[in-house]
Structures are given as C-alpha cells and as structure tokens.
Nanobody, 123 residues
Framework: QVQLVESGGGLVQAGDSLRLSCVVS???????MYWFRQAAGKEREFAAR????????DHANSVKGRFTISREIAKRTVYLQMNSLKPEDTAVYYC?????????????????WGQGTQVTVSS
C-alpha cells in the first residue's frame, strides 16, 4: 500500500513559479512516482515521472523545460518545481505511484493517487 498527500498548490500569476510536494508513505522500492494534471472539462494527463530508486525522470512535452520532477528520499517526498507558469497550466495536480512505467496517457491503471492540489494561473 502507498499513501500520497500533496500540498503546495495555489493562485499565481503567469510567469510565476510554484513547487508542489507529495509526501509518500508505504512502499517506495521499485515504484515510479508521477505527477498528473486535470484541467476542468479535460481528461487527466501525464506531466512527469521519476523512479524512486535511481531517480530517472521523464517530462511531458507540454511542461519540458519549465517543470522539473525530483524526490528527496530522506524526506520521502516528491516535488514538482513549476517555473514560467502559463494560464493553460491551470489544473488539479495529482501525485500518483505505480510499479509500472508510464510516460503518457491518463494513468487509469495507476493504483495509488493523492487527493490532488489546485493550481490556478491567472493571465
């Protein structure tokens, strides 16, 4: 079992930065940790992935160069550093975990999810 608790969302202006955090409890060995996002009226989409052991990462093209996923093992926390935010980044951001590897899609097969944190970017 894995439990995930996100924090760090909020209302910012275009061009600002924000860092999301996800505290992980339970199994982490062999797990991939994800950030997905879902804008109002749209399907949930992959944003970034990090392997808990080893730290390899992937980022969606839509966020590459602006967002960076990382983890701090000692704090059992996954981060999403979001820079140069745009209004189209407005969404609920979800932390997720799976033993399987994804770099696209809506993550419907992923078993573990946090409650989500709202990010709103005003123009």
């Amino acid at each position: 079992q894995v439990q995930l608790v996100e924090s760090g969302g909020g209302l910012v202006q275009a061009g600002d930065s924000l860092r999301l955090s996800c505290v992980v409890s339970g199994r982490t060995f062999g797990m991939h940790m994800y950030w997905f996002r879902q804008a109002a009226g749209k399907e949930r989409e992959f944003a970034a992935r990090i392997m808990w052991i080893g730290g390899s990462t992937d980022h969606a093209n839509s966020v590459k160069g602006r967002f960076t996923i990382s983890r701090e093992i000692a704090k059992r926390t996954v981060y999403l550093q979001m820079n140069s935010l745009k209004p189209e980044d407005t969404a609920v951001y979800y932390c997720a975990a799976s033993s399987r590897f994804y770099i696209s899609g809506s993550g419907n097969d992923i078993p573990y999810w946090g409650q989500g944190t709202q990010v709103t970017v005003s123009s």
